[in-house]
């Protein structure tokens, strides 16, 4: 099976959910299993088909984020030797020129993308045409709409 690349938070991200899940939540729908069983015929009881539910829920997402860090290549690019090229991880300062304003991005795995966050996977259009760039460079980004263009301002490997 292929490796995903991480990065170090994202990973640390899912280490607490699974711990949540298997600490908390785990043992909470067991025992309102374990209640709902008191109230006597399973067929009707909408308690415990709901309980049933998202033990089933949650049972799939211990599963899912069990394999998803197994199968991940976790990058600290903080160890990695500042070469000032854009790579997994890195955050990088952006000048968008058609409209004249600066963003900033950190290239991260599928999993831990959020644009709300500036947090763009590494598989978007923008992070593909930034990955190898460095700075003063122009990384031209395909989209429905048509080519737009950024100037790279600032590279950092945070």
Aim: charged share 35%; with cysteine; proline share 3%.
């Amino acid at each position: 099976m292929r490796q995903t690349p991480m990065t170090v938070r994202g990973a640390q991200k899912l280490r607490e959910e699974l711990d949540y899940l298997k600490t908390e939540l785990r043992p909470r729908i067991i025992a309102d299993i374990a209640d709902a069983r008191e109230h006597g015929d399973l067929k009707e009881n909408a308690e415990y088909h709901a309980a049933r539910e998202e033990q089933g829920f949650c049972e799939g997402r211990i599963q899912e984020i069990e394999g998803k860090l197994s199968n991940a290549q976790i990058i600290d690019v903080t160890k990695l030797p500042n070469t000032g090229k854009i790579i997994f991880g890195t955050t990088v300062e952006l000048f968008k020129v058609d409209d004249e304003k600066e963003i900033t991005y950190r290239i991260v795995g599928d999993d831990e993308s959020d644009i709300k966050a500036n947090l763009i996977s590494v598989n978007s259009p923008i992070a593909r045409a930034l990955i190898g760039k460095e700075v003063d460079d122009v990384a031209v980004v395909k989209t429905p709409g048509g080519e737009v263009e950024y100037e790279i301002i600032k590279v950092q490997y945070l």
